[in-house]
């Protein structure tokens, strides 16, 4: 066999591999890779008590601020900062969520808080002006101690300021 006539059959295969390996497993987006992140460590431990060390193997620490945790995800280009009552999932400017990746987080925090957390209630009043995606599900009266929840708020236009966050606050628990 001419060496040509192998070199095309070789690289057809690689071809048909690669368009196969893209359709059998597919990459994430930036919002479900982030929606992942947020429910598997933000929220998992107030859900199951899983530790989720896993998902925390595949990020960077940077620092601690007080009793919180920083990390780095290079997968999805964001921030977490884990605290014993709180955790946020946040972009910043230049890797900010575009306006569409922010709608997409938007709509995938929505199903996580409808399926695991159905008690909590949407707040209207949980926005941060015309140019935001932000959306608040509480219990609680705002400003009090015991309100507790999740809230999305995503500025994607906002140029050199542009970001977003995800947060957890968890419910307190009685001494």
């Given at each position: 066999?001419?060496?040509?006539?192998?070199?095309?059959?070789?690289?057809?295969?690689?071809?048909?591999g690669l368009?196969g390996?893209?359709?059998?497993?597919?990459?994430?987006?930036?919002?479900?890779?982030m929606?992942?992140l947020?429910?598997?460590?933000?929220?998992?431990?107030?859900?199951?008590?899983?530790s989720?060390?896993?998902?925390?193997?595949?990020?960077?620490?940077?620092?601690?601020?007080?009793?919180?945790?920083?990390?780095?995800?290079?997968?999805?280009?964001?921030?977490?900062?884990?605290?014993?009552?709180?955790?946020?999932?946040?972009?910043?400017?230049?890797?900010?969520?575009?306006?569409?990746e922010?709608?997409e987080?938007l709509?995938?925090?929505?199903?996580?808080?409808?399926?695991?957390?159905?008690?909590?209630?949407y707040?209207?009043?949980a926005?941060?002006?015309?140019?935001?995606?932000?959306?608040?599900?509480f219990?609680?009266s705002?400003?009090?101690?015991?309100?507790?929840?999740?809230?999305?708020?995503?500025?994607?236009?906002?140029?050199?300021?542009?970001?977003?966050s995800?947060?957890?606050?968890?419910?307190t628990?009685?001494?």
């Amino acid at each position: 066999m001419k060496k040509r006539v192998l070199l095309g059959i070789v690289a057809a295969g690689l071809a048909v591999g690669l368009g196969g390996a893209s359709q059998i497993w597919p990459k994430q987006t930036r919002a479900e890779r982030m929606a992942d992140l947020f429910h598997g460590i933000c929220l998992a431990p107030a859900l199951t008590g899983d530790s989720p060390d896993a998902l925390f193997s595949s990020l960077t620490r940077t620092h601690d601020e007080g009793t919180a945790q920083r990390w780095i995800d290079t997968q999805s280009g964001s921030f977490l900062r884990v605290a014993a009552t709180s955790c946020t999932v946040s972009t910043y400017a230049p890797h900010a969520l575009t306006f569409e990746e922010a709608e997409e987080l938007l709509e995938l925090t929505g199903v996580i808080v409808a399926r695991d957390f159905p008690q909590l209630v949407y707040d209207p009043k949980a926005v941060m002006g015309d140019e935001a995606l932000a959306k608040g599900w509480f219990i609680g009266s705002f400003s009090s101690p015991g309100r507790w929840g999740i809230y999305h708020f995503a500025y994607p236009d906002w140029g050199d300021s542009a970001g977003s966050s995800l947060s957890f606050k968890a419910p307190t628990t009685p001494d």
